[in-house]
């Protein structure tokens, strides 16, 4: 299976993804058609925007946005909360959207070693108890504030990014293969319909 065919692209950019392995629900077909992915590396932010730790954190709209604006103006700019969060967010359009971006936020912006973002992204994804994430939250302010030079606000504000995951996040990974097998079973239903249905 070719991972450039466009006739795919096109169905599933228009959102003709019934029966098709996690695009089919309602809330991904409306995200798809704001979306419109080209490719597979959109394909698995596609996948994995629509769960509760994007939605919660608040990354779905910003998203959504820059990539029209992207799509409009190619000189766009994309914000970013703090300098430090670009090359961690940057294929995200500087938002977090899958779990392994909750470590590499805490290590760039908070300055915490790789143990102390796994034990954070553990805290989180498993809905530890409100006074561990607490010891976390305080940890990654006071880290935004001293490592990146960050103010109060900007700090608060990126926690509120990471602390979403609470509710659930795919690694990108997991995102990247569920991906994958969107676009092939995609890729049967536009070439083998019957076959496929």
């Known amino acids: 299976i070719p991972f450039g065919d466009q006739p795919t692209f096109r169905a599933i950019r228009a959102a003709d993804t019934v029966g098709v392995f996690q695009i089919e629900s309602r809330a991904q077909m409306q995200s798809i058609r704001r979306t419109r992915p ?8 596609q996948v994995a925007i629509v769960r509760p730790g994007p939605i919660q954190g608040g990354a779905i709209n910003p998203y959504i946005e820059r990539r029209r604006r992207l ?3 190619p000189a766009y700019e994309v914000p970013y909360d703090h300098p430090t969060l670009e090359p961690v967010l940057r294929e995200t359009l500087g938002t977090v ?5 909750v470590m590499q936020v805490a290590e760039a912006f908070a300055g915490f070693t790789p143990g102390e973002a796994d034990g954070l ?7 530890r108890s409100q006074e561990m994430l607490q010891r976390h939250r305080d940890d990654f302010i006071a880290g935004a504030l001293r490592h990146a030079g960050a ?4 700090a608060e504000r990126v ?6 995951f609470a509710g659930f996040g795919f690694p990108k990974a997991h995102g990247a293969a569920f991906g994958l097998l969107a676009y092939q079973s995609t890729w049967l239903r536009v070439h083998y ?4 249905l």
């Open 159 to 164: 926690w509120e990014m990471v602390e979403g």
């Open 151 to 154: 103010d109060m606000r900007t």
């Open 97 to 101: 959207i899958f779990q392994d971006q």
């Open 193 to 196: 319909g019957p076959e496929f």
């Open 121 to 127: 992204r553990r805290a989180i994804s498993r809905k």
């Open 71 to 73: 799509r409009e103006d």
């Open 38 to 45: 080209e490719n597979l590396e959109d394909l698995t932010i």
